[in-house]
């Protein structure tokens, strides 16, 4: 049978990549990078033979390419504050402090770092509806209004919307210029979030102010509807490649049985299945690395995928052969 495991770069151990950074491999940065995507919980777990997370230590080396594409994942969460377990607990922010001086990306580090502690606060106050703290950094700041860490779904905007908060957004528009039309990790306007939480008035209010907003929200429904088309699509095809398995184990026999256990993509028996949007079951590590190489289309049927979401055929890390 042929294999496919000498193409799939599947992702490395907590306790490879965490060893990796430590030791300040560089060339190796990308694997970590590539399994973070994966488990994005890593990066700031310390574990119990050590005092630092894998976070620490590129604040610790200066690991500044490394860092900026991590918190450029959409939606990663983390808590860029997470303190060590030394003695005294120090966060990522006083760890940069102490090694600033130590080289040019190190400086950058923690100048990237700090700009992201403001936002991260200025952020927080909207989200926690503190809105008189968000007044006050505004007045220092102005621009703030239309900033957020990379890492965060929402700007200031979104949050308002999802909290229904009129009389905050009508005030703190007078703090700044809002921009109406940014959009949050997910590609959402505000209006859009407000109608997810059933704020319709406020919706509507929204884009009363800004008909750009409401024109992307038509676009968005419009892209909506033609995936949802390309799905019904995908799901024909999915009941005909169901179709032919179940005739393959009617007849028994042993290639044909084998087929329904392996990767249409490597051609090996499944380790970790996952089910992707067509509808078609892939090994994790290599479907991971179709959709990381840019590709938006179904490998087995060429058709728009509705989405790259990735979901376990089994729970609890079992395995189909042990």
Known sequence: MATGSSVIQKSLSFE???????????????EVYRTLLVKPDDFTTIPDNDNYSILHYLVINGALDLFNRIIAIPNIHFILLTQTATKPRKDALQLAI????????HKKLYE????????????????HKQIRDCRNMLLQEPDLINLKPPYRKFFLIHHLAFDNSRDAFDQLRE???MNMTLLTNDQQTAS????????????????????????????HEQENRKRNAEKTKQSEVKIKHDEKIEEQI??????????????????DIF????????????ERAAIQQWLDTGHTR?????????????????????????
């Open 16 to 30: 490879q990549i965490f060893d990796i950074v430590k030791k300040n491999e560089k060339a190796r940065f990308d």
């Open 98 to 105: 102490d090694n600033q001086t130590k080289s040019s990306d």
């Open 112 to 127: 990237t770092i700090n700009r992201l502690v403001t936002l991260d606060k200025f952020v927080g106050h909207g989200k």
């Open 175 to 177: 703090s700044g210029v």
């Open 192 to 219: 859009e979030i407000a109608l997810e939480q059933n704020h319709k008035e406020f919706a509507a209010y929204l884009e009363s102010l800004s008909p750009e907003m409401r024109s992307i929200r038509e676009q």
């Open 250 to 267: 009617r007849k028994a026999d042993g290639d044909n049985m084998l087929a329904c256990f392996t990767c249409p993509l490597t051609k």
């Open 271 to 282: 380790q970790d299945p996952v089910v992707l949007s067509d509808g078609f079951t892939y």
């Open 298 to 322: 179904s490998p087995m049927t060429n058709i728009e995928l509705a989405s790259v979401a990735l979901e376990s055929l089994f729970k609890n890390e079992r395995r189909i052969f042990a």
